[in-house]
């Protein structure tokens, strides 16, 4: 896994932000009991505060770094915990577990979700988005450039492409029995700034080829990349177009 910089995850906030809202927005009942799998900075807590003010809130990550942003930083009152959500697991039910962008970075993430379901209070909701833009210019291009020489022995082992497809979810929550609300939102976000689609991969999906690269690959790397982003996304007067491809789930199971 990547090490992560709070600062410049955050440099794009409000559009990262939005379908955490959009997935929120479908989750039905009053929980009492919340866990943010991935809950990064914990600038996302704001969010479960102000819809469920009476909630016991716990966000759980696996870089220390994103922890002690979210405990020096929170919006409200919650705890947080650094863990594998991959080998987590919560110490009693829980009445939703909640996940943003976490579970494309999560080996065997099916079976990790089954596993973590089996924690959900009767009636209660697995809610979870992530992204599904793999074969967007932003990745292939960056996928494309890292397999040539002399960047691909250091990035050889990457998992490029860690999308899942709808309805491997549909699928794993209908045969639990769960009732499912499904769908995807392609996002199409007008970004300022020079080269902000260079700035906002680099705050997450290339990332792990970033930190494979030694220094000096590195920067030449960030060029090559930073002119062939530039060429797939033009900018404009109003600034750059992003389109960005997200599914959503919220599957709520039987009391």
Known sequence: MPTWDPARYLQFADDRSRPFVDLVARVQGDPRTIVDLGCGP????????????????????SSPEMIERARASSGGPATYELADVATWAPSGPVDLLVSNALLQWV??????VERLATHVTPGGTFALQVPRNYGSPSHTLLRDIAAE??????????????????????????????DVDL????????????????????????????????????????????????????????????????TFVVARRPR
């Open 42 to 61: 914990g600038h996302l807590t704001p969010v479960l505060r102000s819809r469920w003010p009476d909630a016991a809130v716990r966000g759980v990550d």
């Open 149 to 178: 020489p002399p960047y691909a022995e250091h990035t050889r082992d990457i998992v490029a492409d860690r999308g899942t497809d709808p309805d491997a979810w549909l699928g794993l929550f209908v045969g639990l029995g769960w």
């Open 107 to 112: 080996p065997d993430r099916l079976a990790v």
């Open 183 to 246: 769908w995807e939102t392609t996002y199409v976000h007008v970004l300022p700034g020079e080269d902000p689609v260079l700035d906002w991969v680099s705050g997450t999906g290339a990332r792990p080829y970033l930190q494979a690269l030694p220094e000096g690959l590195r920067d030449r790397f960030v060029q090559t990349y930073r002119g062939a982003l530039r060429e797939a996304y033009p900018r404009e007067p109003w600034g750059t177009v992003f389109r960005f491809l997200r």
